[in-house]
């Protein structure tokens, strides 16, 4: 239940990141085609998080310390583009137009999606 919750909760980051970032747009005028959509997009993004940023971690571990993990922001950044484009591929309405609308909606989601969570018991509790 609570990865269903957790994907709620990524899917709603994602719409809120439509809403404020210039640059990241959901194309569709069904309210079943936009929640679809978001819900797939948080399950790609989901999963192209849990197996790139791993790897990026290890292989550039090198940039995060030189830069003092400010390269965090490029690779969520790039990832988030990643997301967009195999969003693109597989004819979902949703759009990522550039780098810069990349970084601050990664950044959006990021911080939007760490304070949903602050809510969500562990399991542990």
């Known amino acids: 239940m609570g990865i269903l919750i957790r994907l709620g909760i990524s899917a709603l980051a994602l719409w809120i990141a439509t809403l404020i970032v210039p640059g990241i747009s959901l194309e569709t005028a069904s309210l079943g085609g936009a929640i679809g959509t978001l819900v797939a997009v948080a399950v790609i993004f989901g999963v192209v998080n849990a197996v790139l940023r791993p790897?990026?971690?290890?292989?550039?571990?090198?940039?995060?310390?030189?830069?003092?993990?400010?390269?965090?922001?490029?690779?969520?950044?790039?990832?988030?583009?990643?997301?967009g484009w195999i969003a693109g591929e597989l004819n979902l309405p949703f759009v990522v137009d550039g780098f810069w609308p990349a970084v601050f909606g990664a950044l959006l989601v990021s911080i939007v999606s760490w304070a949903l969570n602050l809510f969500v018991p562990d399991g542990d509790d």
């Open 55 to 83: 790897l990026i971690k290890v292989v550039g571990c090198g940039f995060y310390l030189l830069t003092l993990g400010l390269i965090a922001l490029v690779v969520n950044g790039l990832l988030f583009m990643l997301t």
